[in-house]
């Protein structure tokens, strides 16, 4: 282990353990995420997230940070598509069981709110690809064309700022591993269930794992980009 990874593994324990160990904190932070929701997962992404990619270039290159990767600017994107991804959430974990009823499943509503049963999973699952069949895609490519953006800007914030050639990005950018690796691979075989896993918490601890699962996404698309 170097001396950077022993002082990561402190850093991530700082982050989470107080939570863990802290009654009162951590009901202070379930009190402030119910009444400031988007406040929340704007922090909650722009730390956790910006700490995945982190991890995933110390995974990929062996360093943890490199001159002109944007730290500062990579925490606000992340934070910006965390507001997102909490929309998201919000609409297809109610127009999904809405959709359901439509076409003739009953009490969809009531089953989510009990206790886990087939039915329970039938509807988490459905939810999760739906979620991520539809608004999953758009959002990694998105994340694709800010991450470009900020590395061929030097990683400044007044870079970040700075008119984004999207059309250029989209034509120049890798799609075979866009393709092969962040869709086809991590969509299916980690984030239908990972999501599935999610809408069957309950909704406390269902923001702790979607907290969690924003360093694993961190880390998946820090990876991708250094395979890209």
Known sequence: MKH????????????ILPFAFNKELYDAYIVFNAEHGMVMWFLKFAILSTTGELLGLRISTGCYYRKGFGVLPRALVWGLLGLGINMAFIVFSSGVPAFLEYLGVKNTAAVMAGTLTLEKVGIALMISVVLNSIFAPVFMTLHKI?????LATGGTMKGLFSPIPVGKILQEMNWKVQWEFVLKKTIPLFWYPAHTITFLLPAEMRVLFAALLGVVLGVILAIAARKG
Do not use: A, G, K, Y
């Open 4 to 15: 950077t990874d022993f002082i990561f593994s402190v850093f991530v324990c700082l982050l």
């Open 146 to 150: 800010t991450d470009t953006h900020i």
